[in-house]
């Protein structure tokens, strides 16, 4: 039995002892937390002292672009906005431009005069395209025209004749005279 | 002198020395032999049968009237030959004159020809290309002339 009181003895001063320790650690650590905040919160403080103290040109630049990018980025839409209409405005005038046949219309008109009307006019231009089509011709089928271009070449090599002889080479036909005389 | 008053006589006589039923064989060569009447004097329309350049050729020479006698187209082969009788003046109805085409050669673009008049005689080897036409012209009297032309066919 002593021996078992001896061991209540023992287990008292360990958790005594134990205790002890425990709450010095925690103490010693609560402290030290407490001071890595405070050092934290320390040095967030002088960054915006720092910032406070920059000079107050550098301040007003500073402002002064903020305010610059604001402005674009509020005008962004209106420009892009603008260049749109602008582009729909000009193909909208592009289609009420006059067209090749309103612009021979009013050469007509402006030629013959508004009395004679547009149909004058127009019966005017298909005959004046048809006399064209008359005087130039249609065009010829290729072959025959190939054919008809064919002038060929002739070269004498010897001749013999006792008489008089001219020779007379051309494009494509070469003509030789014999006098009267001699083939009479 | 009128053309038209001419005798249509029959003035050729044709005479192909070897001949075959096939005439666009290989080696053959198509010959046209065109006899032309001209005459400085008088007007005719434009003769048929001949092509524009002869024609332009003729009309270069002064002569107005134009008219083709007669027109052979035969196929001869190498180193045979087409002979034609013509009359040697546009007038004369007596007087016969013989023309003999020979062919030489037959290449790819090239055509040897021997052209002769045996009663003359006259004589001349050509080489024609690409349809190349070669024109006897036999002179008459008053400003007449007889015309023989040789073209082989390209």
């Given at each position: 039995m002593t021996k078992r009181q001896d061991d209540k003895y023992i287990e008292a001063s360990v958790e005594e002892l134990l205790t002890e320790d425990a709450a010095q650690e925690i103490a010693q650590r609560e402290g030290e937390w407490n001071a890595f905040t405070s050092a934290v919160f320390a040095r967030i403080d002088e960054e915006d002292l720092g910032v406070a103290r920059m000079p107050m040109e550098d301040q007003a630049i500073d402002l002064f672009r903020q305010e610059v990018a604001g402005e674009l980025a509020d005008l962004a839409p209106r420009f892009e906005e603008g260049f749109k209409e602008g582009v729909e405005q000009r193909i909208w005038n592009a289609a009420r431009e006059p067209t090749v046949m309103d612009r021979v219309r009013g050469f007509f008109d402006r030629a013959f005069?508004?009395?004679?009307?547009w149909s004058v006019g127009w019966a005017g231009a298909m005959a004046a395209a048809l006399a064209i089509v008359t005087i130039t011709g249609m065009p010829t089928e290729p072959g025959t025209q190939i054919a008809e271009n064919i002038t060929g070449e002739v070269s004498v090599k010897s001749l013999s004749f006792e008489g008089t002889v001219t020779v007379m080479p051309n494009d494509g036909v070469t003509v030789v005279w014999l006098s009267d005389d001699a083939s009479s | 002198m009128h053309l038209g008053t001419l005798a249509p006589v029959a003035l050729v006589a044709l005479t192909t020395v070897a001949a075959e039923?096939?005439?666009?064989?290989?080696?053959k060569v198509e010959l046209e032999v065109v006899v032309i009447e001209a005459s400085k004097t008088g007007k005719s329309p434009a003769?048929?049968?001949?092509?524009a350049k002869v024609v332009k050729e003729l009309e270069s020479f002064g002569f107005t009237a134009i008219r083709v006698s007669d027109r052979i187209t035969a196929s001869v082969e190498n180193e045979a030959s087409v002979s034609v009788e013509f009359r040697s003046k546009p007038n004369e109805k007596k007087k016969r004159q013989m023309l003999k085409v020979t062919v030489l050669e037959k290449k790819k673009e090239v055509t040897r020809l021997k052209i002769a008049l045996p009663s003359i005689p006259f004589s001349a080897e050509t080489e024609h290309r690409k349809g190349g036409t070669f024109l006897v012209a036999v002179k008459g009297k008053n400003a007449d002339a007889v015309f023989l032309a040789v073209t082989p066919k390209p």
């Open positions: 005069g508004e009395r004679v009307g | 039923s096939n005439a666009h064989a290989a080696g003769p048929k049968g001949v092509s």
